[in-house]
């Protein structure tokens, strides 16, 4: 390897996990947005997936080959014991439900000090999310995704997403897509969980509170929901603009939200704009 290019990985390193990681959030909101639903829990299930893969490393001394999928299949189980009734909401009433259940979780992260570390969180997890491993996940899921859409799922869920009482009337599962929807996009978020906890040695509760999970919502808003693609490139956006923004020191902040509030007012179908053509 060049010693430019080692150079380069070794400070930015960091910077480099995340894109990749919030790339993978980026991936699980697209999923619940292709049906048409708006759910803010997918920093709930990423909390589920970083603290069981955390746990499973530390306490029981699991390897990382078993506890990355351990750490997807977790929020999945939670996801398929709540989706049934939250399920029956939609829009802003689904959004507020998930986002209750992050904070429940955040709740019980806090008190449960004795298995979570409490406020102070975990530290000490083993760094074993190499930079090939995250990528490769990506990857492998906007590959999965763009399939997907190509497919009659895809259809399926487009005409959800359009109109979901006329998908209705045309045959489609409703129940079972936003199930399956729900269920899939939690386990990219435990994936996700997972590679941050073994990739930055700590977690704590605040970081999948609120303001993640707006977070991971802005990533679709911002690079669109028409192609699996977009808010993977809207992920990586946000995520690397304070880095790009930092020669402005104190303004940085107040310029990366002018231009998340200039992207959103004037590109209302996000920087990408374009559909996923569908196979004939």
Known sequence: MPIWLDDFLFTYETLIHALGVHGLLALSMYCVMAVGQLSLGQAAFMGIGAYTGALLTLKLGLPFWLVLPLSALAPALVALVIGGPTLRLSGVYLAISTIALGEVLR???????????????????????????????????????????????????????????????????????????????????????????????FIGPNEFGFEMAVTILSFALLGGIGTPIAPVIGAMILTALPEVLRPLQDFRLVINGLIIVVAVLFLPRGVIPFRLRRAP
């Not at 997890?125 to 990506?138: E, F, N, T, V």
């Not at 399926?156 to 209705?168: C, L, Q």
């Open 107 to 201: 709740v019980l992260y806090i008190n449960a000090e004795g298995l979570t570390g409490g406020a102070l969180g975990l530290s000490g997890i083993p760094r074993k999310a190499d930079l090939w491993l995250i990528y490769l996940l990506l990857l492998l899921g906007v590959v999965g995704f763009w399939m997907v859409g190509r497919s009659k799922i895809g259809r399926a869920m487009e005409a959800m997403r359009e109109d979901e009482a006329v998908a209705g009337v045309m045959g489609v599962n409703l129940p079972r897509y936003k199930l399956g929807a729900l269920i899939v996009s939690s386990m990219l978020a435990g994936l996700a969980g997972c590679l941050t906890a073994h990739s930055n040695s």
